[in-house]
T-cell receptor, first 108, second 118 residues
Framework: QKEVEQNSGPLSVPEGAIASLNCTYS??????FFWYRQYSGKSPELIMF????GDKEDGRFTAQLNKASQYVSLLIRDSQPSDSATYLC????????FGTGTSLTVIP | GAVVSQHPSRVICKSGTSVKIECRSL??????MFWYRQFPKQSLMLMAT?????????EQGVEKDKFLINHASLTLSTLTVTSAHPEDSSFYIC??????????????FGSGTRLTVV
């Protein structure tokens, strides 16, 4: 079983819509959760991190964490074409465990 | 914010030669740096943890004699791919964490190195 699982997509949403990205993890003891955005051929860049159950909002981005169900999600409101990228979920256990990423395309 | 510089960004080398990749923390001292490899359409896989002043810790399945890591100072770690072969072609990324940060959001990635072995 993989440590972190994500739907690889691709996920397509129209411009202005809400994009919802989901991630599940296997280690119930994980405490730190991250979302990274990676453009093709580039290194990942941190979007958000969350430690506590519930929602955390930062601009157009909202991270949601449910430790009981072992999932973490990322909502992108008012999606823009520039949001088109692969989104990586990462969970910290003994090391950083990355999901395989979800490819998002925002259609103008 | 913390900046990690990685060089070169792209390198093409002949099969059998060695390639060195540098990872520098520009505005902080990093006692620990991490080296990842990413194949196309796959996630980042941790190769090794580089520790300043001591031997690197390699993940299972990663050959330490092939991927030489040197972390001689608090701001520089190097990864040398020795006797490179086409299957070593990949995107190599380093990251570092500020040791004074207690929260993990201090991890910062370098810009990555695209290695192509021909």
């Amino acid at each position: 079983q993989k440590e972190v699982e994500q739907n690889s997509g691709p996920l397509s949403v129209p411009e202005g819509a809400i994009a919802s990205l989901n991630c599940t993890y296997s280690d119930r003891g994980s405490q730190s959760f991250f979302w990274y955005r990676q453009y093709s051929g580039k290194s990942p860049e941190l979007i958000m991190f969350i430690y506590s159950n519930g929602d955390k909002e930062d601009g157009r981005f909202t991270a949601q964490l449910n430790k009981a169900s072992q999932y973490v999600s990322l909502l992108i409101r008012d999606s823009q074409p520039s949001d088109s990228a692969t989104y990586l979920c990462a969970v910290v256990g003994n090391q950083f465990y990355f999901g395989t990423g979800t490819s998002l395309t925002v259609i103008p | 914010g913390a900046v990690v510089s990685q060089h070169p960004s792209r390198v093409i080398c002949k099969s059998g030669t060695s390639v060195k990749i540098e990872c520098r923390s520009l505005d902080f001292q990093a006692t620990t740096m991490f080296w990842y490899r990413q194949f196309p359409k796959q996630s980042l896989m941790l190769m090794a943890t580089s520790n300043e002043g001591s031997k690197a810790t390699y993940e299972q399945g990663v050959e330490k004699d092939k991927f030489l890591i040197n972390h001689a100072s608090l701001t520089l770690s190097t990864l040398t791919v020795t006797s490179a072969h086409p299957e070593d072609s990949s995107f190599y990324i380093c990251s570092a964490n500020r040791p004074d940060r207690k929260t993990n959001y201090g991890y910062t990635f370098g810009s990555g190195t695209r290695l192509t072995v021909v």
